[in-house]
């Protein structure tokens, strides 16, 4: 029987801390364990988690870490789970059953390694859902359509594959994709996560951009279809900050085309 770990990495953001832990503590099926790895500065996320009843299941580490990835490995060297989710602080399960309907997933096709699903995120200043079943020909388009908040990993495939690489400060979801993309794969067509748009991947997107086009080939050498695609994504970027490119995506979502 599977079992699972969410893992939630925070930083001086205690609504945010706050509003992740309800999300998980909502669920039909609940985790095994949620570690909160916490590296802030101010002592608010360890008073409120320590002077707070929590769950049983619900574990924290208050220390000061290297970064984002350095905290994303402390939870998985942590985690006691054969299933693992970073559930980021301020990102939530889109309904009640998530964990519950990724259990069932593991359960029914036991050779899968991995799932993702779709994601509810904002675009253009409009709540979408979007989200594609992994194809690794399209691995060059980086993190379009496969989002790092859906996805769930055996813990084997860490071991496997190995963990987040701290020399990467925006794609280290994409550099683990890089790596794990041949390992057993299964899309849960469902939206399983809500997406907070204020993390460091939204906030520098053109940075992230240029991280992908190191990752991608780091892996399998210089790609000018990959260079072509980020350049593309950079310039969709920068239409959509205009009001031509706000408008133009209002007509996209009526035609139900924004997972397109």
Known sequence: ????????????????????????DAQTVQPLEHWIINGSTRPEIAQWLESTAQPAYRKWLNERDKGISDAFNKGIERANGTIIHLLNAGDVYAADDVLETVINTFEQQPSI????????????????????SFDAKQLYKGMRSVSHPTWFLKKEVYNRCGLFKSEYKIAMDYDLMCRIYKEPYSFIDKTLASFDDTGVSSTQYLA???????????????????????LRLKLLYLLLQTSLGKWLFRVKKQMKMENV
């Open 113 to 132: 390694q991995w799932v993702s699903g779709k994601i509810r995120l904002k675009r253009a200043g409009h709540w979408i859902e979007i989200g594609k």
């Open 1 to 24: 029987m599977n079992t699972l770990t969410v893992v939630t990495i925070c930083f001086n953001n205690l609504p945010d801390v706050q509003r992740s832990c309800a999300s998980v």
């Open 208 to 230: 992230s951009l240029k991280e992908n086009i190191k990752v991608y080939e780091s892996y399998f050498g210089f790609s000018l279809l990959c260079r072509l695609w980020q």
